[in-house]
C-alpha cells in the first residue's frame, strides 16, 4: 500500500503516491501499522486523496502471476475489484476510475484481466443496484483495445 520504491519509475502505483504529496504514503503506512501487516491480496482500503484531483484514493493489491495464471488469481483479481466497489459504496462515493490493476509489473495477462475487471464491475452493478460511476483507465494502446471490444 505504501508505493513502489523504485526512483523514477512509471508504474501507476508510484505515479499515484508521488503526485498525492507524502501523506498518502504516512496514511497508508499507519494503516499498515494499526493492522500488523502488509494488505492482503483481493482487499481493499481507502484513504483522503490528499494533493490529488480527488477526495478518495482506493488502495488494492492485485495478484502476482509468476507462472501460468490460476483460477486463484483470478478469483483474487475479481475481489480486488468487488472489494474497491463495496469501499466506494460504503463511503458514498460517485465514480471510481480503476487502473488496469496487476497486468504491468505483475504481469497479470491484460484480456484476462480486462474481462474479469469488466465481468466483475457489471456483475456487482447488477448485484448490489449500484450507481457508481466506473472508468476504466488504461495507460497502453493494447488496453484501450481490449476494453473498446469489451464495452462496445
Same mark, same amino acid.
Given at each position: 500500500?505504501?508505493?513502489?520504491?523504485?526512483?523514477?519509475h512509471?508504474?501507476?502505483?508510484?505515479?499515484?503516491?508521488?503526485?498525492?504529496?507524502?501523506q498518502?504514503?504516512?496514511?497508508?503506512? $499507519?494503516?499498515m501499522? #494499526?493492522?500488523?501487516?502488509?494488505?492482503?491480496?483481493?482487499?481493499?482500503?481507502i484513504?483522503?486523496?490528499?494533493?490529488?484531483?480527488?477526495?478518495y %484514493? *482506493?488502495h488494492?493489491?492485485g495478484p502476482?502471476?509468476?507462472? %501460468?495464471?490460476? #483460477?486463484?488469481?483470478e478469483?483474487m *483479481?475479481?475481489?480486488?475489484?468487488?472489494?474497491?466497489?463495496e *469501499?466506494?459504496?460504503?463511503?458514498?462515493v460517485?465514480?471510481?476510475?480503476f487502473?488496469c490493476?496487476s497486468?504491468g $509489473?505483475?504481469?497479470?495477462?491484460?484480456?484476462?484481466?480486462?474481462?474479469i475487471?469488466?465481468?466483475? %464491475?457489471k456483475?456487482y452493478? $447488477? #448485484?448490489?443496484?449500484s450507481?457508481?460511476?466506473?472508468?476504466?483507465?488504461?495507460?497502453?494502446d493494447?488496453d484501450?483495445?481490449?476494453?473498446k471490444?469489451? *464495452?462496445?
Open positions: 500500500m505504501t508505493g513502489c520504491y523504485v526512483p523514477c512509471a508504474c501507476i502505483d508510484n505515479c499515484i503516491h508521488t503526485y498525492a504529496g507524502i498518502l504514503r504516512y496514511a497508508c503506512a $499507519e494503516i501499522r #494499526k493492522q500488523g501487516h502488509e494488505e492482503a491480496t483481493g482487499q481493499a482500503k484513504t483522503p486523496a490528499f494533493n490529488l484531483p480527488c477526495k %484514493v *482506493l488494492t493489491v502476482i502471476i509468476t507462472g %501460468v495464471l490460476t #483460477k486463484e488469481d478469483d *483479481l475479481a475481489s480486488c475489484y468487488k472489494s474497491c466497489l *469501499l466506494a459504496d460504503k463511503n458514498n460517485n465514480s471510481v476510475a487502473c490493476i497486468t $509489473e505483475f504481469h497479470f495477462p491484460n484480456e484476462e484481466a480486462a474481462k475487471a469488466v465481468d466483475t %464491475v456483475e452493478r $447488477e #448485484k448490489n443496484n450507481k457508481i460511476e466506473v472508468i476504466f483507465n488504461v495507460w497502453k493494447i484501450h483495445r481490449i476494453y471490444g469489451l *464495452l462496445g
